[in-house]
């Protein structure tokens, strides 16, 4: 039974910082990949960054590039999202993700943890 838990959003100023956590479990954690996907209201769902279970390769959206690093800890089943230099345009839901390819491609998705970035 995967499941992904975020937590750690909130209400912050414009260039303040805010640390989001994923705890998962039920899954070899340390081999799948994990990722951060954003909504906003009215908008496509996106993705914010990715890190590989193998290698700890770290990609970005070009929109957070220099201001958000993706980090896991395989001891702890957690990943997280470091969101630093904080803009009103990051206010969205961020939910965390891993994806299965066999025996079926499937992804798995958190419940999402709002933040909020206004002064």
């Known amino acids: 039974q995967v499941q992904l838990v975020e937590s750690g959003g909130g209400l912050v100023q414009p260039g303040g910082s805010l640390r989001l956590s994923c705890a998962a479990s039920?899954?070899?954690?340390?081999?799948?990949?994990m990722s951060w996907y954003r909504q906003a209201p009215g908008k496509e769902r996106e993705l914010v960054a990715s890190?590989?279970?193998?290698?700890?390769?770290?990609t970005y959206a070009d929109s957070v590039k220099g201001r958000f690093t993706i980090s896991r800890d395989n001891a702890r089943n957690t990943a997280y999202l470091q969101m630093n230099s904080l803009k009103p345009e990051d206010t969205a839901v961020y939910y965390c993700?891993?994806?299965?390819?066999?025996?079926?491609?499937?992804?798995?998705w958190g419940q999402g943890t709002q933040v909020t970035v206004s002064s």
């Open positions: 993700n891993t994806r299965r390819i066999w025996p079926t491609t499937r992804d798995y």
């Open positions: 039920g899954f070899t954690f340390s081999s799948y990949a």
């Open positions: 890190i590989t279970g193998i290698t700890d390769a770290t």
